[in-house]
């Protein structure tokens, strides 16, 4: 990767800066250029380290967010149909200061659940990916095959 970066930093200043450093003839314009190649693949080389460091939080991280976040929406969906249900039967409804509460514990129960369960979150989430583009591309080569553009 910290090479594809690189070819991209060197074509990206060779279309910005002039030409004539690029084709040196002098020793100046020889040590100019071997010092751009050697600050371009350190730059290369950090930008790649940073990259894999976020990549590794966002891996860590990345389900207990989702879990965090589908913790409450769970939470919410249930105290709106428990609330509806008890408002059919009686004059009971829920206050802000419980549904806030209840919510607040559904976030961290799906948060501990997407931290324990990030592994499973991933082999998932890419069964899920596979199996979709694996029967799409199948549809395109088999033909007459209903996609999700014909069924709306």
């Known amino acids: 990767m910290s090479i594809i970066i690189f070819c991209l930093i060197v074509s990206s200043m060779y279309e910005l800066t002039d030409t ?4 040196p003839t002098t ?15 350190l730059l ?5 380290r940073i990259l894999s460091m976020l ?12 879990g ?5 929406l769970t939470i919410f969906l249930i105290l709106s149909s428990v609330s509806a ?13 419980e549904t806030t509460i209840l919510a607040v514990l559904g976030g961290f129960l799906g948060m501990f659940a997407g931290y324990k369960l990030s592994r ?4 998932l989430a890419l069964a899920i990916v596979s199996g979709y583009t694996f029967t799409r591309g199948l549809s395109m080569f088999v033909g007459h095959y209903p ?6």
């Open 27 to 41: 020793e100046k314009n020889w040590l100019r250029l071997v010092l751009v190649y050697s600050v371009t693949a």
């Open 55 to 66: 990549m590794k939080l966002t891996i860590k991280f990345g389900p207990m967010i989702v």
């Open 147 to 152: 996609h999700e553009v014909r069924l709306l």
């Open 85 to 97: 249900i008890l408002n059919m039967v009686g004059d009971y409804s829920m206050g802000p200061t």
């Open 120 to 123: 499973l979150v991933g082999i």
């Open 44 to 48: 290369a080389l950090i930008l790649v």
């Open 68 to 72: 965090t976040i589908l913790g409450f």
């Open 20 to 23: 004539s450093m690029w084709k």
